[in-house]
């Protein structure tokens, strides 16, 4: 499977992680300012992140994804031969354009972060509706593309649009770290 490929699973991963974000009228959905934040490895410890404490976490295979209300985080590593591009960026953002609800394309940039330069991607897209108020919430989308050593860090925030998350998602980005 080629990088773009795996990007784009990753996107619709992160979007079916978004099942969390689904939540009760009136919340504004921003996470809390005093939230403490406590550091995830995975198994194969590749790398680390920080992620709020308490969220619920879920594994399948190389993603986790951690949820809490209206926001998910989810973290997926894979394998790729070159850091990706603006291009490709601009790339999975059409791959997402056909089949996402409430789709709207966002700015496709590079960043510095502590842990080193990221793709970053962004977008706003449906999460699916609240299994008990059939609510739709409308997320505003960040995924962040890390790369070192042939391996991609795709690290996807998502929380209800206009939201004021600055900066959690910024200390989750910044907290990015590669293990040697």
Same mark, same amino acid.
Do not use: H
């Given at each position: 499977?080629?990088?773009?490929?795996?990007?784009?699973?990753?996107?619709?991963?992160?979007? =079916?992680?978004?099942?969390?974000?689904?939540?009760?009228?009136?919340?504004? %959905?921003?996470? !809390?300012?005093?939230?403490?934040? &406590?550091?995830?490895? !995975?198994?194969?410890?590749?790398?680390?992140?920080? &992620? !709020?404490?308490?969220?619920?976490?879920?594994?399948?295979?190389?993603?986790?994804?951690?949820?809490?209300? =209206?926001? #998910?985080? *989810?973290?997926?590593?894979?394998?790729?031969?070159?850091? !990706? *591009?603006?291009?490709?960026? #601009?790339?999975?953002?059409?791959? @997402?354009?056909?089949? #996402?609800? %409430?789709?709207?394309?966002?700015?496709?940039?590079?960043?510095?972060?502590?842990?080193?330069?990221? =793709? @970053?991607? *962004?977008?706003?897209?449906?999460?699916?509706?609240?299994? $008990? #108020? %059939?609510?739709?919430?409308?997320?505003?989308?960040?995924?962040?593309?890390?790369?070192?050593?042939?391996?991609?860090?795709? $690290?996807? =925030?998502?929380?209800?649009?206009?939201?004021?998350? &600055?900066?959690?998602?910024?200390?989750? *980005?910044?907290? $990015?770290?590669? @293990?040697?």
């Amino acid at each position: 499977m080629g990088s773009a490929s795996l990007r784009a699973v990753a996107g619709i991963a992160a979007l =079916l992680g978004l099942a969390g974000c689904g939540g009760a009228g009136g919340d504004t %959905g921003g996470i !809390p300012g005093n939230k403490g934040f &406590v550091e995830y490895r !995975p198994a194969g410890e590749e790398y680390a992140i920080k &992620v !709020p404490e308490g969220w619920t976490r879920t594994e399948i295979g190389d993603t986790a994804t951690f949820t809490d209300r =209206l926001n #998910t985080i *989810t973290v997926t590593l894979a394998s790729s031969a070159a850091a !990706p *591009t603006t291009a490709d960026g #601009t790339a999975e953002l059409d791959a @997402l354009a056909g089949g #996402t609800p %409430g789709f709207a394309a966002g700015p496709v940039s590079t960043v510095q972060r502590r842990g080193g330069t990221a =793709l @970053l991607v *962004t977008y706003r897209a449906d999460a699916p509706a609240d299994p $008990v #108020t %059939g609510r739709i919430v409308n997320d505003d989308v960040e995924r962040y593309e890390f790369w070192y050593d042939r391996q991609l860090l795709i $690290v996807t =925030l998502a929380g209800p649009y206009g939201s004021d998350n &600055v900066d959690p998602w910024r200390t989750v *980005t910044d907290s $990015v770290r590669w @293990l040697d």
